[in-house]
């Protein structure tokens, strides 16, 4: 009996040490899983980050060396891309929706064929496909191109990926060309710098439309980094009522939700990123006549610039303290 139960507890033991290797096995084989994973998260992340840097050098690349662009158009291809890109990652559209569109309204089945093999290979194959996408349609939205010339596009940039990958030129060599195009196509912190000279240079002169420097009446006077709303107030209005102006005030508000319910039923419907643009362009004009309206309401009731000013500064400040600090972000 003694003997039994020493093989018995010998084997209990035996047990709870290979129950206790299998659990650190497993902990140590979860380990490497997210490690890996996140490891490949990271990498999957620069990768993609060097993949777009390099492809939307080599369009602005392509169509200057296609049709002679210089900074100007370059700059709008490139805020069209930016627009259709972002309606991509907010998921109202697919890169499958913008190619059905290519291939619909260009006759041109654009299709990247996909590619397996390694982690980089793979995101290479994703962004390209995406870029390739939002290149072409941007081309056609913007302005106006058909499948010839954006095929003629296409094949230029195809041609210099073929190019670096024989060995013929190097990035260096395009993105030295990039920079040689025209005035150069800035980036954005050049851009803020040149505006800023700009503006500044203006207010100086007094010469900037509708602005002047130090006076308080901010639509029509003031540092125009910010442009206020500037109420109706001409010969039209002057004989309306508070009553009128309020109707119109309902009346701008009804429209911002029939604007509303347009781009919702273009979600709903998948209506394609076309669509959408529009109908988001003219949701965000009416929003911008509601708040003209507004506007025109409160100086009406002989609210004038100071006094909207200072309201506004008051309700600002006060959700700014309001709910622990949690309305705006830090």
Known sequence: MRLARAMKR???KQAATGDLRAAKSYIKARKVVHHATTREIVEQVFIRKKAVAEITTTMAVAVHRSFGWGADRILRLRKKMRSQAECIRGKYVKVEDIEGIIEREMKWRFHIEEVGGTLR???EYKVTRFMSAIFVLALRDEFGFGYKRARKAYDELSAIWKAIHDGELSLGDIFAEYERIGKRVINKKEIH?????AFEREYSRGEREGYQK???DGYRRGKAAVILPHPCDGPLYEDWR???QLDKVREE???VVDAFDSVRDCMEKHLGMNVFQERRDHLMRECTDLIVATTTFMDSMWCDEDERQRIMFEVNESN????DGQRFKR
């Open 242 to 244: 508070w009553s009128q």
């Open 320 to 323: 700014a303290k309001r709910d």
């Open 10 to 12: 010998k084997m209990e």
């Open 121 to 123: 290979r793979q995101t």
């Open 214 to 216: 130090g006076v308080s």
């Open 253 to 255: 508000f009804e429209e």
């Open 193 to 197: 710098a040149y505006l800023d000279e």
